[in-house]
Structure formats: C-alpha cells, structure tokens
C-alpha cells in the first residue's frame, strides 16, 4: 500500500527467486497534515534470510548525558548495513521526568534511527513509574496490544537465522509477582517451539536488562552478592541453559563485560568454539548521568570487563551464517573497537537430550516458586507483632510485672529483687549448719 502527491500510474515489480529481488525493501512515508507534507520518514523491513545480518545493541541512554552517542548511532544506521536496533533497558534517564519532557527530548533525539530501522526495546528499571505507564504507551513491540499490557511486556521474533527473544527481568521486582511465572511459561514455549524450528532460525539470542552476573563493584545489584540477590540468575538460567540459549545480552550495569561460556559459575571452556553452555554480555555504557560502574573483584567466569572506557560505548552484532556469530562493543570517543569475539557453534539446540516438556519431567518444564515481596512483607509484619506480644508475655510472667508499658525498668527492679532474694536465701542456708554446730559446742557451764 502507497501513496503518491500526483495522479501517476504505480508499478510493481516483483521475481520469481531471490536472486531478482533486492537485499531490503524501503518504503518512504509521510505524514500529512493541513496542505502540507510533514518530514519524510522510512520504513525498512528486512527481507532474505541467507545473507549476512547486523544489529546495534546497547542499554542505559539517556536523554542528555548520552547525547555523543545519538550522532553516532545515525552514521551507523546510514550504511545502511543494519536490520535493527535493539534497546535493552533505560531510556531517557527518565521517560517520565518532568511530565514527560525527558522522554519527548530522547524521542527527538533517536528519531533520525528509529525511523529508519526497527527500534526493538525491552522495560527495565527506569520504567517503572506508573506501573511503566511512559514505556508502554510509548513503545509497540511484536504480539502484543498497544498499549502494551504490564503482564506481556515480552516477545519474540525472527530475523533471518536468529529467532530474537526480548523478556523482562523486572517482573522479579515488582508488587505483582504472578507475572514471574506468566512470564516463564510464556518462555518455556517460545522457546520450545524456537528449538523445533532450530533449521531455520539456528542461533537464539536473548535479551533483558538486569544481568545475572558481573564484576560491579555494585552492592545493590542484583548480579552481585548480598542478601535477597541473583533474582533473575536463579530464576531464568536454568531454563535458558538447557533450552539452549546461544547469547544473552543484557545491561543495567553502566559498563562492558564479557564472560565465558559458562552454567551456574561452571565455566566450560575458555574460549567459544561450540560452547556447551550460554555466553554472557554486559552493554549498558551507552550513556546515562550515572556516567559508568565501578569495577570489582572479577567473578569466576569474567572474560573481558571494561568501566570507564566503556562509557558511550554500544554493541554491533553480526550474524554471518548458521555457525559464526561476532559481537563487537565499539567506543564513540575515540571511535574504536573495545572488545571483539566470535562465537562458532556446529551443534545448536537444547542442552538435554531428548528434552519435551510434554514426554517427560524435567525440572525446567515448570516455572519456579516465585517470591512474593508484599506476602512476605505482611507476613513478617506479622512476625514481628507476634514476636512482640511473646516476649512481653514471658516479660510479664518472668518479672511480674504486668503494666504493658512499665518497660524496662520495671522488669529490671523484678529482676534484680529477685537476685537479691536468691542471694539472701543461699547465704542463710549456708550458715545455718555452722551456726547449730557451733552452739553444739558451747559449754553450758560456761
């Protein structure tokens, strides 16, 4: 469907193999308003699937202090090479800020690129205002509604030879944690049927915003040690392990790291010929007020990792064929390559043999117990009260001191009476037996 500013005669061309048809097909639109054509805009949509595929990825833009890398974007974009652009989390530093002007400037901003190619997105946790009202109403991904609905802020798709996977890791932090599993059983068959159509689309390639694991020096992330941590690792890296999830991409953490093929901190081999498990990569530098994270320790598994370097950073992902997958992370200032790896792969599909969720039992076929973070709020709350009411009982029956609120130092004045009581009573119970032997000895002429 077309539309034209003159009365002319359209054609249509067309051929009967792929050698007669062109790489990519763009359309131009426009919008009109009034009498006026508005700015041209393209609409790309990618075609064949034997040929060799380009992405820009990259997570954590923001609208002003991500500003050297928008330019850049669009040099990139004006080769022409790429199918598109996937943005895995954190826009705009917020979409919401300000009433919205934040997201208005970033829009303004990406639009010389998100008109131009797909502009593919994930929520992360810069999202979250409003129950990620500014992403949803925002953005339209593949198979959902618009505005997209907080429990289906997932999807997937084919380009060629890769089937793309987008999935949200904030369901692990949300109020709602029915979503978890909504999530993972809508996973469980994405990706069941993306490993019976593993001859078409070999390569699966994942996406989400909160890594499950880095070497940040980073407390609060949830990919680092600490208390109520590794959500998103103990709830998805089974599944994607043994479904055989090629890469995950992922962000949240503003800095570049590499990892090994690698299953629960095992790592399998140092290098990436045909990796038996998952490869893991960190680009979240693409720019943000929160200039970059911290390098700490490196956890078992760390490959590569970049922090100050990697700021205005983003990624280029190329699908050659079947078996070579490259990543490169690329700097905006200097323009350069940071980091550059390719991944081979001759045996693409799930890590269990024989694995049918609907044959046999597997732990991976059912959606892990989630955590409820406002049950197990009430419930401690509760805890806590009655803990209260125990002790102040046992106090009250201890100390016999009633009065709820006489507090300590009743109880106190119980408690040491009571020593001194016990004191007295030890010490006559311990004279008395020399005071009758010594009377026993008295002369009583004396």
């Not at 919008?31 to 820009?56: G, K, V, Y």
């Not at 996406?207 to 590794?230: A, I, L, Q, W």
């Amino acid at each position: 469907m077309w539309a034209t500013s003159d009365d002319v005669r359209g054609h249509v061309m067309y051929g009967d193999s792929m050698n007669s048809l062109h790489f990519h097909a763009k359309s131009t639109v426009a919008i009109l308003q009034s009498d006026s054509w508005n700015a041209l805009r393209n609409i790309h949509r990618a075609q064949m699937e034997e040929r060799t595929r380009h992405f820009l990825v990259y997570g954590d833009l923001g609208s002003y202090f991500g500003k050297p890398t928008y330019p850049v974007l669009k040099e990139e974009v004006d080769t022409e090479q790429y199918d598109a652009v996937w943005h895995i989390g954190d826009f705009a530093y917020d979409l919401n800020v300000n009433g919205g002007k934040y997201g208005d400037v970033f829009f303004d901003l990406i639009e010389p690129v998100a008109s131009r190619i797909p502009y593919m997105t994930l929520p992360g946790n810069h999202e979250y205002a409003d129950d990620f009202h500014h992403y949803r109403v925002r953005f339209s991904m593949p198979g959902t509604t618009w505005p997209m609905e907080l429990d289906r802020l997932w999807f997937s798709y084919n380009i060629g030879l890769v089937h793309f996977i987008s999935f949200s890791t904030e369901v692990y932090f949300v109020h709602n944690q029915n979503q978890v599993c909504t999530q993972y059983d809508w996973l469980l068959q994405d990706l069941t049927e993306a490993n019976r159509n593993r001859d078409k689309q070999p390569w699966i390639v994942a996406m989400g915003h909160r890594p499950m694991y880095c070497s940040n020096d980073e407390p609060k992330s949830d990919c680092t040690p600490g208390f109520f941590h590794y959500w998103v690792r103990n709830g998805l890296e089974d599944l994607f392990h043994y479904m055989g999830v090629d890469l995950l991409i992922m962000g949240h953490e503003h800095s570049y790291e590499r990892f090994w093929p690698m299953y629960r901190q095992k790592v399998f081999a140092q290098n990436y010929m045909d990796p038996e498990g998952t490869v893991h990569v960190i680009s979240g530098a693409a720019g943000c007020n929160e200039i970059y994270d911290k390098m700490g320790t490196p956890v078992p598994g760390s490959a590569f990792r970049v922090d100050s370097r990697s700021y205005h950073s983003y990624g280029k992902l190329t699908v050659y064929n079947s078996t070579h997958l490259q990543f490169i992370q690329k700097t905006v200032k200097p323009r350069g390559e940071l980091d550059n790896f390719m991944i081979v792969q001759h045996r693409h599909g799930p890590r269990i043999k024989d694995l049918d969720c609907e044959k046999g039992v597997f732990a991976v076929c059912r959606c892990p117990f989630p955590f409820h973070f406002v049950t197990a709020a009430v419930a401690s709350g509760i805890g806590l009260l009655l803990a209260i009411v125990l002790i102040t009982i046992c106090c009250c029956r201890n100390c016999k001191c009633c009065p709820l609120f006489k507090g300590k130092r009743c109880c106190r004045n119980n408690v040491m009476k009571g020593r001194r009581k016990k004191r007295n009573d030890d010490l006559h119970h311990n004279l008395e037996p020399d005071t009758y032997n010594l009377l026993d000895h008295i002369d009583p002429d004396v």
